[in-house]
């Protein structure tokens, strides 16, 4: 994973989607990390993903209106897996599919809404949560970004490498305080991304179903 990854996921942010349920359909964008890796993503009513040795993320941005958002559910697959990795290693953390939650305070976000990619590089008031499908912790784990500004993104392993189908519910709010102490703030971007670059791996993967409550 590149070290611009959790800045360029909020700087990046320009669209809007809907609360309830989100369509992959529309509204998403890919951002390369590096100039010459890029995942194979593939929009509709779900997102699928071919991350073939590269990485790279699809993101977009949640309406004002929703960034009360505290839970979300969604489902995924993946068909072809990366080997298990240390999520807490940088540059050796590869995972099959991750999804992004990004939060800035309430008093903050008006402020944030059209910032652009140099105002918000190193913004030490962003806060990231990434559940991923990947590596070898214990469901539920806090693994704090090797990447990035320390304090502002962590992951939460959800399942260890390999392949299936599963579906998945959070309480973002809970852990928000687990991950960072105190209330979440507002909910203003969602990513996906895949990562294959440190293993020289092929990931296939899909996900769906995302609903925000």
């Known amino acids: 994973m590149r070290l611009t990854v959790y800045s360029m996921i909020v700087a990046l942010l320009a669209t809007t989607a809907s609360a309830g349920s989100i369509s992959f359909d529309n509204g998403w964008r890919e951002q390369r990390l590096s100039l010459f890796s890029s995942n194979d993503y593939r929009f509709g009513t779900n997102l699928s993903m071919v991350s073939d040795d590269s990485i790279s993320l699809a993101w977009t941005r949640i ?7 505290s839970g979300a559910s969604w489902s995924w697959t993946v068909d072809q897996s990366v080997a298990p990795t240390d999520l807490s290693q940088k540059g050796g953390d590869d995972r099959n599919i991750s999804l992004y939650f990004v939060f800035v305070p309430q008093s903050t976000a008006p402020k944030l809404q059209n910032a652009n990619i140099k105002s918000l ?19 539920g784990q806090v693994i704090p970004s090797p990447y990035g500004p320390a304090g502002q993104g962590v992951t939460i392993a959800l399942r260890q490498a390999s392949t299936g189908s599963h579906s998945e519910s959070v309480d973002l709010a809970a852990d928000y305080s687990r991950a960072f102490g105190g209330e979440k703030g507002a ?21 769906g179903n995302l609903k925000l409550r």
């Open 63 to 69: 309406a004002q209106s929703d960034w009360q958002t």
């Open 121 to 139: 590089l190193g913004n030490d008031e962003v806060r990231i949560i990434q559940y991923a499908w990947g590596g070898n912790h214990q469901r």
């Open 187 to 207: 909910l203003v971007g969602l990513a996906v991304s895949g990562d294959s670059d440190d293993t020289n791996s092929v990931i296939r993967a899909a996900l």
